[in-house]
């Protein structure tokens, strides 16, 4: 009995399962692929990024990634750690800020939903750096060129 409900169960799921794994599909071909041409084509070979998806980005993007997070830049889980949890988020973007001062990456990526959900351009803003759009802001992938407090603006980003 519980092995048909199962069954049951499983079949009166497959179409809502099969929508789920369409958007997927759908967003990979339209998301990260459409990233991977920008990345390409309009940063310079050479340029590095500071991503806060890289576990997708690193799969498309032929470019140095660190990931903002530290899932794949363990390095980053030390700043985290020390700012972001004692303080329950709030001092979030001082630590995103501390990695650009490490990494001294060329661009930053983001995800708008999680940029929208935890204010992480907008922080950045606030403590004097420059995030200047160079991607298309409609699209679900941010792609900012950085500036620091104290830097002038980058020469290398191509349109």
């Known amino acids: 009995?519980?092995?048909?409900?199962?069954?049951?169960?499983?079949?009166?799921?497959?179409?809502?399962?099969?929508?789920?794994?369409?958007?997927?599909?759908?967003f990979t071909e339209t998301e990260l692929f459409s990233l991977r041409d920008f990345i390409e084509n309009a940063t310079p070979p050479?340029?590095?990024?500071?991503?806060?998806?890289?576990?997708a980005i690193g799969r498309v993007a032929d470019r140095t990634l660190y990931d903002l997070v530290g899932l794949k830049t363990p390095e980053s889980r030390d700043v985290h750690e020390m700012l972001t949890l004692p303080s329950c988020g709030r001092r979030r973007g001082e630590a995103i800020g501390r990695l650009l001062e490490r990494y001294q990456p060329d661009y930053l990526v983001l995800l708008k939903q999680w940029d929208r959900i935890f204010g992480i351009s907008g922080s950045l803003s606030r403590l004097g750096w420059k995030l200047v759009p160079v991607r298309e802001m409609s699209r679900e992938y941010l792609v900012f060129?950085?500036?620091?407090?104290?830097?002038?603006?980058?020469?290398?980003?191509?349109?």
């Open 1 to 26: 009995a519980v092995l048909l409900v199962g069954l049951i169960q499983s079949f009166l799921a497959l179409p809502m399962r099969y929508r789920e794994h369409d958007d997927r599909r759908r």
């Open 46 to 55: 050479g340029s590095s990024l500071l991503v806060h998806d890289a576990g």
């Open 145 to 159: 060129s950085i500036q620091g407090p104290d830097q002038s603006p980058p020469t290398s980003f191509r349109n």
